[in-house]
């Protein structure tokens, strides 16, 4: 038979996506909290760390990286191969040593997003189709490139489960990916036949490494006497807020899996959504409930929350004018809210603050005008953060804090924060549809507006979300 991917028949979309499904339902022995342990050696770390804080800073790079998909100007694989930024076609793979993690991850994660939204490989799918055939030939020829350190730190393998599930393929699909998709077929079917239950075991191995040094929970602990959901992690240790540091540790974009990650790294100064101030009097808001409206193109943003009195951030009455930090959880009803967890989204001025009470029913609304500072990573690239490889990780952290409950509470608790979560994820699908619904209205009307004063819309009306929009003096 020819050994070449090439020549080979195609498989047809139903068996490869049999064998994702297959590949996906994998057995883990974490489900009961005891993740499956693997011999060092197979692992086959290389030398740069990818150390889980080291993810944030990863995808907090300014805008001049963003126009090649976020992969940074002299990156370079190990070997004497550099990785160009302007030609995404200019690449070839040396067979040893295993090529760079943090450049690979990056390739992956933009593969993954083109997939989910455009069923397609997207811009660099040629260097990642490059990067697969390289490792098909040698995984075929018996040397090997790719350990299974790399493969776990990259997410390689879940780029080849989303290139192999059926929900990603256009129909009908064409002959280009059609080659592609075999590929990563190929490439699963090698990794398997090499690393056995080491490969089903990948997410157990993640699952472990979340509270270890280096892990998205590291220094953090669970409250089990907590009786709000988002105040179930507590920080061992945290960090000292000060603007003056936090302004070059945290660039805008930096992610963290829930609030007290945050906490624990020094931007807040609290796990609580309350207000903090440090050193030099620069509150950080954290928004993680409540709504926001644009009004483009006056870069203006309209925040309303509903509370108690303790809700309404009294002490901002002193900063009307002045600048603050701003935090988005994905609960939070607004265009710009990150997929899952919390993320620093830079610094805005505090235009304007008003509160009143609803004498009927007591309840507080707090009302916001915000304007978002020049000089930033714009809104729209931020908007693209968590990257896929960061949303796997917040899903671990999901499973874990499950699991904790349960051993920790008991199985009544662990049901109520089971339907608390269930419900948090209802509202949430149900905001992103009625904030989509919003934006559409919002660009056409603005559309309307221009066309009625004889301005060109052209620019305008290739948008679909307000996120998208340029939202920076």
């Known amino acids: 038979m020819d050994s070449n991917p090439e020549h080979q028949v195609l498989p047809g979309p139903r068996s490869l996506a049999r064998k994702s499904q297959l590949l996906n339902s994998a057995p883990s022995d974490s489900v009961n909290g005891k993740p499956s342990s693997h011999r060092s050696s197979r692992w086959g770390f290389g030398s740069r760390s990818m150390a889980a804080h080291s993810e944030a800073e990863a995808d907090t790079q300014g805008p001049q990286h963003e126009s090649n998909g976020g992969l940074l100007p002299g990156k370079s694989w190990r070997g004497s191969i550099t990785l160009e930024t302007r030609d995404h076609r200019n690449l070839a793979l040396p067979s040893l040593p295993p090529p760079d993690e943090f450049v690979l991850r990056r390739l992956c994660d933009s593969g993954r997003e083109s997939l989910r939204e455009e069923k397609e490989l997207g811009p660099h799918r040629d260097r990642l189709i490059e990067f697969l055939g390289n490792a098909v030939r040698s995984e075929r020829d018996g040397v090997p490139s790719i350990g299974l350190g790399t493969i776990m730190n990259t997410r390689l393998d879940k780029l080849l489960c989303e290139m192999l599930a059926a929900k990603n393929h256009p129909d009908p699909i064409p002959m280009p990916l059609r080659a592609d998709i075999f590929t990563a077929e190929r490439l699963q079917s090698q990794w398997l036949a090499r690393f056995r239950d080491d490969y089903f075991g990948l997410d157990n191995e993640r699952y472990a490494r979340l509270t270890r040094s280096g892990g998205r929970l590291e220094n953090m602990v669970l409250n089990d006497a907590a009786q709000r959901i988002p105040e179930f992690w507590e920080a061992k240790k945290s960090e000292n807020i000060s603007e003056c540091e936090g302004n070059a540790t945290f660039r805008e974009g930096h992610w963290w899996v829930n609030l ?77 809210a990150p997929k899952v967890g919390v993320r620093y989204d830079g610094q805005y001025k505090l235009v304007q603050y008003s509160q009143k009470r609803n004498p009927q029913s007591g309840v507080f609304r707090l009302d916001l005008i915000l304007e978002r500072l020049e000089g930033q990573r714009p809104m729209h690239m931020l908007c693209n953060i968590p990257r896929p490889s960061q949303i796997d990780d917040w899903y671990l952290v999901e499973k874990l804090e499950g699991e904790m409950v349960k051993s920790c509470c008991g199985e009544a608790r662990f049901l109520e924060w089971k339907a608390a979560k269930a419900q948090e994820w209802e509202d949430k699908e149900q905001a992103e549809r009625t904030v989509n619904l919003e934006s559409a209205a919002a660009i056409r009307e603005w559309v309307e507006q221009r066309q009625q004063e004889g301005r060109d819309t052209k620019g305008l009306q290739r948008y679909r979300k307000l996120s998208d929009l340029k939202w920076e003096r």
Do not use: Q
Request: proline letters at 6%; one cysteine or more.
């Open 260 to 336: 007290a990650c945050a906490h624990r790294d020094g931007i807040l100064c609290s796990s609580r959504d309350v207000l903090s101030k440090g050193e030099y009097d620069i509150p950080t808001l954290p928004l993680l409930d409540g709504a926001e409206v644009g009004n483009w193109p006056d870069a203006g943003i309209k925040y309303t929350r509903k509370g108690t009195m303790a809700d309404m951030w009294i002490p901002l009455l002193t900063h009307v004018g002045k600048r603050v930090r701003v935090l988005r959880g994905h609960l939070l009803e607004s265009p710009f």
